[in-house]
């Protein structure tokens, strides 16, 4: 045979990917071509795309969780580029807080250095630069994942642009009156010595100790409640010396029971809800009891306790309230209340005129507002609580129980409520609660589900404490009077310190004189200025001001934010609270939430399991092509599953998109004509490529809606069956004979090469997004003119590609098709016939069918030398296969007793 008569592939796109060291060279190209910047200019003045980035926190190098994150992000803002939109990101960093100050700590006990004796500034210094230094090791990172951005022009919460906009956010709180100062209990950590907000808070399985108490009846309107013992039980027995009432609920039925078995309560008469009696009896060992009498919880009314430390120095009165909270899930259907520790005990008390003090100070130790206990730590105190409970005769019963309780994420302490001197921003005193929620019903989200996860956690949330006591972050712009002890609200004093900010930063505010944020105005020795520090998820809730709003390439609000679903307690709530206080509307128009990245069982990846994997491993071995093509064909809305099993599978999916791709590039030998889709007169095609073109159609349809929902697995699993099943598996497989052994000026093959040019542009532009790297080494092999993929733009198809009628008639004959194949295998199988160019095939169809097939070369659609049809009466489509005889052409194959029509020799 001779490869001369032969158009064999040729392409520079080679099988072998390579992308490890493909991939830096395509980034060095985007970088000398100024990609963003083209993407900037080629879309100027067109309707904006704006994704605004939820700023990851500077520390530390990135994970799974944010390479899918940034990822998802990227090919987001791509799509919309090629939509012909000005789809413009901007990647930005949180950078104060807590876990920067703990790395700099740390870095000061390994050099024995003392924190508290380093000046506040120097102190700042340090953590501003490490968050610099760890701003830098993200960029690479995320630009290796082929992330494009205006990476020249970030944004950072610390930037002083950035200081000077969270102090005018805050001066707006201050203005309307919603900021204020607080005695709440907060959830506080003893070991990081500061409140810690929701999002801060991880739930994990914890060993309490439990205790049965008896609060002594002292006054009540039930005779038979006289002389009774009011039990309660408490996982949190240091919290007793706090107490200032019992609550009930007035809905429950309660019992008196006299008690016999010896002991403490021999002959006592004690009181618990009668749904929970069984439980009781149970954990606390009783024997022997009868029932006195059976009351509603509404008689409890204006009943009033002692103390069980009465006779310690406890001689204050403990009143019973009627709250909603007290259940028969657990206890006694009686709650003791420590409204300096407990969020419903502290708004039950408050309710009634009884305040919270300060109880523990922020070691954790008692205060001196405790007798008997002052400066004993209260993870210590239990076992003395206990003891003191037993002396006074006062302890039913002690125990032990593992629940869930919530830690610190970072130093995974326990953590406690404590009452504390905080800043507030209320919810209802300017209605913020009420324009938060109207706020996201006037929201899209993807998926849908997030909308009541957040507006559960909106109805319910307490008033945004929004102070922390430390030093790394944008000091609360606050003057208090101190004899008046009013809040300075002043317009041009909040406007100096703002102005101070942008110019130099808010250090000076721990090292230059109150007088100079107060100006003339006011004295310095009259007002205390405040030294706590914002909590950082107001700094990130206040980008939206500072970023959409300051910047000209922007806009407000934001098409869309788009972060982990933790992110529903995070930076999409804070955000919301911020923008709805000051705006009175969301700040971003959509939120897409995507899940975590667990590994390929669904357990949570964590170091001692040992099966952690980080993007650099992947990127290593497979690129980041492999790593794009696992965020798109996951279902974000799920949590993500990965390992090298699932990885494996989807290099193997690339394989096969990458050979797509050299089929198209070899036959059109990298000489890729754009084609002039609406000038196409479809009637001069072949019926085959008329089909083909009414896929690409339809498949465009589908791709348009996938991406407008960003239904992007479904997107993934379109195309990537598209390439092996209606390409590798139909198409290229009928038309391989017409490409390779057509001559170049036959017409069925130059048709064929139109459609290959239009199927590689639709593709290429299709899997851009996704496949940002391997499409531009593509478009770069054979456009010479324009710069890159990324600036191109989606095709739009003449609504003639569309053809219902043939698209029906097409797949009939695939129905056929298959059943052919099915014979021809059994044919291969038996070792009577090598390749279906081997077979001549016999039909036998109805009327209907060969009047459908009528102008349809069978052979040609089934590879095979020659078919011949039969006309039959019965419905079922039957198929004999029999060895072609006669002479093989060399050039294409086939077996012909007269010789080859094609190729004579």
Not at 215 to 220: D, G, L, Q
Not at 694 to 714: G, M, P, Q, T, V
Not at 769 to 787: G, M, Q, R
Request: some cysteine.
């Amino acid at each position: 045979m001779s490869k001369e008569n032969i158009n064999l592939p040729k392409t520079a796109f080679s099988m072998k990917a390579n992308l490890q060291n493909k991939e830096p060279e395509i980034l060095e190209y985007w970088k000398k071509i100024d990609l963003y910047k083209e993407l900037r200019k080629s879309n100027k003045g067109k309707e904006k795309f704006i994704l605004h980035d939820g700023p990851p926190y500077a520390n530390g190098n990135i994970h799974m969780g944010t390479a899918l994150n940034k990822i998802l992000k990227d090919i987001i803002v791509k799509f919309h580029q090629m939509d012909g939109k000005d789809s413009v990101y901007v990647p930005g960093w949180d950078c104060h807080g807590l876990p920067i100050e703990w790395k700099i700590e740390e870095q000061y006990k390994k050099n024995k250095k003392n924190k508290n004796e380093v000046p506040i500034t120097e102190f700042r210094k340090e953590c501003r630069e490490f968050a610099e230094k760890w701003i830098e090791v993200h960029k690479t990172q995320f630009k290796r994942l082929g992330v494009v951005g205006d990476w020249d022009n970030h944004y950072a919460t610390m930037s002083f642009e950035a200081e000077a906009q969270i102090v005018r956010e805050l001066g707006k709180f201050l203005k309307e009156g919603s900021l204020y100062r607080g005695f709440k209990p907060v959830l506080w950590s003893t070991v990081e010595k500061t409140a810690l907000a929701d999002a801060e808070v991880e739930y994990q399985d914890h060993k309490s100790d439990t205790i049965y108490t008896a609060f002594p009846v002292k006054k009540t309107n039930i005779k038979e409640l006289e002389n009774t013992e009011v039990i309660i039980w408490t996982t949190t027995p240091w919290t007793i010396p706090a107490n200032k009432a019992l609550a009930y609920n007035e809905a429950l039925d309660y019992l008196i029971i006299e008690l016999s078995d010896e002991g403490d309560f021999k002959n006592k008469k004690i009181v618990v809800a009668e749904a929970l009696l069984e439980s009781v009896i149970k954990d606390c060992e009783i024997k022997s009891y009868k029932e006195i009498k059976k009351f509603k919880g509404k008689d409890f009314k204006d009943t009033i306790c002692s103390h069980p430390f009465l006779e310690l120095g406890y001689d204050y009165d403990i009143p019973m309230l009627e709250a909603r909270f007290v259940t028969t899930e657990q206890g006694t259907g009686i709650v003791h209340c420590a409204p300096s520790h407990g969020p419903d005990d502290f708004n039950l008390c408050l309710k009634h005129g009884i305040k919270a003090i300060e109880t523990v100070d922020g070691d954790g130790k008692y205060t001196k507002n405790l007798p008997l206990f002052e400066g004993t730590h209260i993870f210590k105190a239990n076992p003395i609580v206990i003891e003191k409970l037993k002396e006074q005769k006062k302890l039913l019963s002690n125990g032990e129980l593992i629940h869930s309780y919530p830690h610190s994420w970072r130093s995974k302490a326990p953590l406690v409520h404590r009452a504390t001197p905080q800043w507030f921003i209320s919810m209802e005193s300017h209605g913020l609660r009420k324009k938060a929620l109207k706020a996201l019903d006037d929201t899209k989200f993807y998926p849908d589900k997030g909308r009541e996860r957040i507006k559960a956690m909106i109805e319910t949330r307490p008033d945004w404490c929004v102070s922390r006591q430390r030093v790394w972050g944008v000091p609360l712009p606050i003057f208090v009077h101190k004899t008046t002890k009013e809040i300075l609200v002043d317009d041009n004093v909040n406007e100096n310190i703002a102005s101070i900010y942008e110019k130099e930063g808010s250090d000076c505010w721990f090292s230059d004189s109150p007088q100079r944020f107060l100006g003339n105005k006011y004295k310095a020795e009259d007002y205390e200025k405040i030294s706590d520090i914002v909590e950082v998820w107001f700094d990130s809730g206040c980008t939206h001001a500072f970023v959409l709003e300051k910047r000209e390439d922007l806009q407000w609000p934001a098409s869309m934010y788009l972060e982990g679903s933790d992110q529903h307690r995070g930076w999409f709530h804070s955000s919301l609270l911020e923008s709805c206080g000051t705006r009175g509307r969301a700040p971003y128009e959509s939120i897409l939430s995507h899940g975590f990245v667990v590994d390929g069982k669904g357990l949570k990846m964590s170091k001692s399991v040992g099966n952690v994997i980080a993007p650099e491993d992947i990127l290593k071995k497979y690129g980041a092509d492999i790593l794009r093509i696992w965020v798109a064909s996951s279902n974000y809305a799920e949590d993500l599953r990965i390992d090298y099993s699932i990885l494996e599978q989807h290099a193997d999916s690339y394989r096969k998109i990458r050979n797509t791709f050299r089929y198209l590039l070899g036959n059109l030998n990298d000489d890729f004509k754009k084609v002039d889709i609406k000038k196409l007169d479809l009637n001069q095609l072949p019926e085959l490529e008329q089909y083909m073109l009414h896929r690409i159609f339809e498949l465009n349809k589908n791709f348009k809606n996938y991406f407008k929902s960003y239904d992007f697995h479904n997107l993934y699993k379109e195309l990537l069956n598209f390439c092996t099943v209606d390409l590798s598996a139909f198409y290229f497989d009928i038309r391989k004979d017409a490409l390779y052994c057509d001559s170049k000026s036959a017409e069925r093959r130059k048709n064929c090469i139109i459609v290959l040019n239009i199927i590689l542009e639709s593709l290429i532009k299709w899997f851009a997004p996704i496949l940002s790297f391997t499409t531009e080494e593509i478009f770069t092999l054979i456009n010479k003119d324009n710069k890159s993929i990324h600036l191109e733009e989606f095709m739009e198809f003449p609504k003639s590609f569309q053809n219902e009628q043939l698209n029906k008639k097409w797949k009939e004959l695939k129905k056929i098709r298959d059943i052919c194949n099915v014979s021809i295998e059994a044919k291969r199988a038996s070792k009577e016939i090598g390749s279906s160019l081997e077979a001549n095939l016999i039909i036998s169809l109805n009327k209907n069918l060969i009047e459908l097939i009528k102008n349809t070369d069978m052979a040609e659609l089934c590879i095979t030398s020659a078919a011949e049809i039969i006309e039959t009466t019965s419905n079922e489509t039957t198929v004999q296969t029999k060895k072609a005889e006669g002479e093989k052409c060399p050039v294409c194959w086939k077996i012909n007793k007269d010789g080859c029509e094609r190729h004579p020799n």
